[in-house]
């Protein structure tokens, strides 16, 4: 059906297909570790700056 490049253009697909699905797989894991890292921090009492000028914005509103 592919002729002569069939093996060639089955290999690509392959690789590809393992690339994206190790990139897919890296994410995930990256974003729990981002996850824990994060809560670690915060469980320190290292809080993000969004949700310092979120209590701060609504402090000033209370004054």
Do not use: C, H
Not at 5 to 19: E, K, N, Q
Not at 52 to 61: A, I, N, P, V
């Amino acid at each position: 059906m592919l002729g002569p490049y069939t093996g060639f253009i089955a290999a690509s697909y392959g690789i590809v297909l393992l690339t994206v699905l190790v990139l897919i797989l890296w994410i995930i894991l990256d974003g729990k570790a981002q996850a824990k890292a994060l809560a670690e921090l915060e469980a320190r009492g290292i809080t993000r700056r969004s949700a310092r000028k979120t209590q701060s914005s609504s402090s000033q509103l209370a004054n």
